[in-house]
């Protein structure tokens, strides 16, 4: 129904930046949220920052300040600028799409791109 391909990962020095891109195909309309989770080895997938279809922004208390999400013109691509960054920031990060999937009968369904790996680290 939607595919999620990341790209923007890479190895950051402590203080660097990187931005993240997640562009989205298949039934994008039917999409009420898009967003980025991030999880570290042993550790829990954790939400990073969403925005709804509305143009409404939750940030994770850990990035406010230093990330920023937005998403393109024709919203099929969601972005994540991430400033500041810090060691703890290491992490695989994975787009995250909500939305209907057809195949199985659910409004809500959790869609997730394979995963991109940022690395902060001196």
């Known amino acids: 129904q939607v595919q999620l391909v990341e790209s923007g990962g890479g190895l950051v020095q402590p203080g660097g930046s990187l931005r993240l891109s997640c562009a989205a195909s298949g039934s994008i309309s039917s999409l009420s949220s898009m967003g980025w989770y991030r999880q570290a080895p042993g550790q829990q997938r954790d939400l990073v920052a969403t925005?709804?279809?509305?143009?409404?922004?939750y940030y994770a208390d850990s990035v406010k300040g230093r990330f920023t999400i937005f998403r393109d013109n024709a919203k099929t691509t969601v972005f994540l600028q991430m400033n500041s960054l810090r060691p703890e920031d290491t992490a695989v990060y994975y787009c995250n799409a909500v939305g209907m999937n057809l195949r199985i009968g659910v409004l809500d369904y959790h869609y997730w791109g394979q995963g991109t790996q940022v690395t902060v680290s001196s």
């Open positions: 925005i709804t279809s509305g143009g409404s922004m």
